[in-house]
């Protein structure tokens, strides 16, 4: 009798995949950069055309609050009234941690602005301001002095003023359009200030006689504060971007 031959079938070994390195993850560059706290980003010393300052970078803004406050005005002429306004303001939102100036810091601004009033019944107006502060001197909270003298804080508020009286006499942009079946006249003066090689940011309109606010050039296209219709808007940004505004 033939001798049987076992056949031992070949083991199939398994593939071995090769292993797969693995890559450590790219350091982002957030990460390379050591990022600046927003509380380090306000504090931190900045520069803008020459001057140097801290806080809120140019360009930014705030929103606040106004409680119920008691505004006060008493008639000197015919034309010019006295007035004083008391009142707490709360931020919109939360300040960043650590940002901001400490409690007990004290500011003097000079206000110019237009306040827009319509009477609405017997006893109620609405009223809207827009303009410009200017800061006079500021008070640090370790310290009871201010950052200028009264006789200093005088000389900047003329100077302020002696801008203001520029900016008025300057050449501004007639506006003149028609939109929503409303006829509109009136004209748009630069804000001298944010204004470099003939490329205004900011403008203070006027319309149909009366202070419509100030319209700014963003990133994101016009703005204007108080005005919702972003068509109006934009039809007057149409023409100050026309006259190269």
């Known amino acids: 009798m033939a001798a049987t031959r076992t056949v031992t079938a070949p083991s199939r070994k398994k593939a071995v995949k090769p292993t797969a390195i693995k890559k450590k993850p790219a350091a982002k560059k957030a990460a390379a950069k050591k990022k600046v706290p927003v509380a380090g980003s306000y ?17 930014r ?35 960043p941690e650590g940002s901001g100036v400490p409690v007990g810091t004290g500011y003097h601004w000079y206000i110019v602005a237009n306040q827009q009033v319509d009477k609405i019944n017997a006893d109620d107006y609405t009223t809207k301001m827009s303009g410009f502060k200017f800061k006079l001197a500021h008070k640090r909270a370790s310290k009871n002095k201010w950052s200028a003298s009264l006789a200093n804080q005088r000389k900047r508020m003329i100077s302020f003023l002696q801008d203001m009286i520029t900016q008025l006499k300057a050449a501004s942009t007639r506006l003149e359009f028609s939109y929503k079946g409303t006829d509109y006249e ?4 630069p ?21 419509k606010g100030i319209i700014r050039k963003m990133k994101s296209g016009w703005k204007m504060n108080g005005v919702t219709d972003k068509g109006l808007i934009k039809a007057i940004a149409g023409i100050l971007e026309s006259e190269g505004g």
């Open 186 to 189: 009136g004209e748009a003066i």
């Open 61 to 95: 803004s705030h929103k606040w609050n106004y409680d119920a406050g008691v505004w006060r005005e008493t008639k000197i002429t015919p034309d010019l009234w006295e007035i004083s306004y008391d009142v707490v303001k709360r931020r919109a939102g939360h300040a």
């Open 43 to 59: 504090n931190a010393w900045k520069q803008f055309e020459g001057q140097q300052y801290t806080g809120m970078k140019i360009g």
């Open 191 to 211: 804000v001298m200030e944010t204004c470099k090689e003939g490329d205004c940011v900011e403008w203070d309109i006027y319309l149909n006689e009366e202070s």
